[in-house]
């Protein structure tokens, strides 16, 4: 049977070889999304060396954090954000992917423990369009990260995508090429970024040869999930 260390070691293998191949020469991170997978599963996971995970539910998360706790992980929310979760997501991750209004960015800021660094936070952009995503239009995301940068408890990293599913290589790289051209516009426009958050199981060579620094993994990682009711998740 392969194990979570065996396909752990072989997506690590394929990252390598896309991030040699990309042009854009950037270091790429594996993001591992546990969301709906057993702490056993995500120990399993860190003993064989990967110690970022990522969730997408915050009652999930916060169990997930005291079986973990004797564990050094560092902890990526990369979930929906409704106003009544930012303190308690604020309080306990050291990085969220998923802003995308300036209410919840501020919300975010004021409930950051001053005893923590900065929340790191990557803004996430609907460059598909889609009216059912989350996700800051292109053209606004210039007005919501000159906001953000103005808080002193966040630190604003990059951009992050969730493009609409597709096995077409062709559209899978639109897509992507479409987050690089907003992050490089924001360079253009003085910000300080780092990181661009794309990729998932399905398409994350192609995100890799786009310039993405961080993919978020899960399926091929920890292989199918078993989704509980939602409202137990949440």
Not at 15 to 40: D, E, G, N
Not at 82 to 100: C, E, G, P, R, Y
Not at 169 to 175: C, D, I, P, S, T
């Amino acid at each position: 049977m392969t194990t979570i260390s065996n396909r752990l070691q072989d997506i690590l293998s394929i990252i390598q070889s896309a991030q040699r191949a990309s042009q854009h020469h950037q270091t790429v991170k594996l993001l591992a999304v546990s969301k709906a997978q057993t702490a056993q599963s995500m120990r399993e996971a860190y003993h064989a060396g990967q110690h970022i995970f990522a969730e997408n539910y915050l009652q999930e998360a916060l169990e997930k954090q005291v079986q973990l706790g004797d564990l050094d992980v560092e902890w990526h929310f990369i979930g929906p954000i409704q106003s009544n979760k930012t303190q308690l997501i604020a309080q306990n991750f050291s990085w969220v992917h998923s802003v995308d209004r300036l209410k919840i960015a501020q919300r975010l800021n004021d409930a950051r423990p001053e005893n923590l660094p900065p929340l790191q936070l990557c803004i996430q952009v609907n460059v598909s369009h889609e009216e059912s995503k989350s996700g800051v239009l292109p053209e606004a995301l210039e007005t919501l990260a000159t906001a953000i940068t103005l808080l002193p408890k966040l630190q604003l990293r990059g951009l992050m995508a969730i493009p609409a599913p597709t096995l077409d290589e062709h559209q899978q790289r639109v897509q992507f090429k479409q987050l690089h051209q907003c992050y490089d516009s924001l360079l253009e426009h003085g910000f300080s970024l780092d990181t661009l958050s794309m990729g998932m199981s399905d398409d994350y060579r192609v995100a890799i040869a786009e310039g993405a620094t961080i993919v978020r993994i899960g399926s091929a990682l920890f292989g199918a999930r078993t989704y509980a009711k939602q409202e137990d998740l949440r």
